[in-house]
């Protein structure tokens, strides 16, 4: 089993910046990366960012492309999410997520079996 712990949310005014965190431990050897999703009330939950570990490639959805940075330390097995210029509308929970051992990151949260607790960020205007 993994086990992942995000933490860094908040509350923030538009255009704001903040850096989301995520930790895993147990037993993480074979996690190939790790991704960030996000689902605000009543909507689906969403891809935002990915990081693999093996080729240190970084995926990231298309409405967060320049303004989010994911980064990571696999010796620590540390994820962050370096988010700028925030929008009211990225008002949600933040989840860290990892995939079962052997297997890539991808968009598709079904492929997910690990889930932190999720991080709330909300966005005032």
């Known amino acids: 089993q993994v086990q992942l712990v995000e933490s860094g949310g908040g509350l923030v005014q538009t255009g704001d910046s903040l850096r989301l965190s995520c930790t895993a431990s147990g037993r993480t050897s074979g996690i190939t990366g790790m991704a960030w999703f996000r689902q605000a009330p009543g909507k689906e939950r969403e891809f935002v960012a990915a990081?693999?570990?093996?080729?240190?490639?970084?995926h990231y959805a298309d409405a967060v492309q320049g303004r989010f940075t994911v980064s990571g330390d696999n010796s620590k097995n540390t994820m962050y999410l370096q988010m700028a210029n925030l929008k009211p509308e990225e008002t949600a929970a933040y989840y860290c997520?990892?995939?079962?051992?052997?297997?890539?990151?991808?968009?598709?949260?079904?492929?997910?079996?690990?889930w932190g607790q999720g991080t709330q960020v909300t966005v005032s205007s």
């Open positions: 990081i693999s570990w093996i080729d240190g490639s970084q």
């Open positions: 997520a990892a995939p079962r051992s052997g297997v890539g990151v991808t968009r598709n949260s079904r492929l997910y079996i690990y």
